[in-house]
């Protein structure tokens, strides 16, 4: 008998595991996300799963990528030391071997809009329920609905604050203090090997990025999505509004351990 689950995730779409692979509802972004995985397919990145078909359902066929993804709060092993650093390292040996392929991809039919200078292409949600974790090191990337063409610093702006995790101390979904957020941002960020120059408005563009999450979701949820409708009635955006503040507030702690 094939093995057959309905996999727990962000809540958006029902994605259903048969034996080695899953099912999930595709959207009008879709081809260029297929395009992006036959991409790093031939690239021979081995951190996204394969696209195996678009069935006549409207649904496509992927990898199952074994080993565990974290909710909120983190678990222990997406909250260790380990998970940050190779949560960055794969970041990283990602969005390299997209940095060719941004080149020359479209700059329409993405799901979100895209954000200028084009570096390499974005994941859009690079967190950990995104990521499949075995035991404490991040080795896998998973939903790439939210990809699109963009500079590397939008997507590890957020990838951090989803990882340090960079929350306001009244965000339960968070941990740590201030100094220890920002010890771990400083590990994240070295671990990706981030640019000094991309380290300068680092603050800044995190604010952003979560302004233009909240932005998202509100436009969404005016279109009818019932999903990001939840979202809003559960406080989300508050959340993240919280944290952009609670992030301008504390600028000098994040910016100082960001020095090197």
């Not at 992006?36 to 081995?46: D, K, Y």
């Not at 394969?50 to 074994?66: M, S, Y």
Request: hydrophobic share 40%; aromatic share 8%; proline share 5%.
């Amino acid at each position: 008998m094939i093995d057959h689950e309905v996999l727990t995730g962000g809540g958006v779409n029902e994605v259903v595991r048969i034996g080695a692979t899953v099912r999930r509802p595709t959207g009008p972004w879709s081809p260029r996300v297929h395009d992006l995985l036959r991409h790093l397919a031939a690239e021979g990145f081995r951190g996204a799963p394969r696209l195996h078909a678009v069935t006549d359902g409207g649904h496509e066929i992927l990898d199952f990528l074994p080993g565990e993804v974290s909710g909120y709060p983190a678990t222990p092993a997406a909250a260790s030391a380990e998970a940050l650093t190779t949560a960055a390292r794969l970041l990283r040996a990602y969005h390299d071997a997209t940095v060719e392929y941004a080149r020359g991809a479209p700059r329409d039919g993405w799901q979100t809009a895209v954000t200028e200078p084009v570096e390499v292409i974005c994941h859009g949600d690079y967190a950990p329920h995104n990521c499949v974790l075995d035991g404490n090191r991040v080795a896998g990337i998973i939903d790439f609905d939210h990809a699109q063409p963009g500079p590397r610093l939008w997507d590890v702006a957020y990838a951090a604050y989803r990882w340090v995790p960079m929350t306001a101390p009244g965000n339960a979904d968070g941990f740590g203090t201030t100094a220890e957020q920002a010890a771990r941002l400083r590990s994240f960020c070295d671990q990706y090997g981030l640019d000094d120059d991309k380290r300068v408005g680092f603050i800044d563009t995190v604010v952003a990025r979560l302004h233009t999450m909240v932005d998202f979701m509100r436009t969404q949820a005016a279109a009818g999505n019932k999903a990001y409708a939840g979202h809003l009635a559960d406080g989300h955006h508050i959340q993240y509004l919280n944290d952009a503040e609670y992030l301008l507030q504390q600028r000098s702690v994040f910016e100082l351990h960001l020095q090197r």
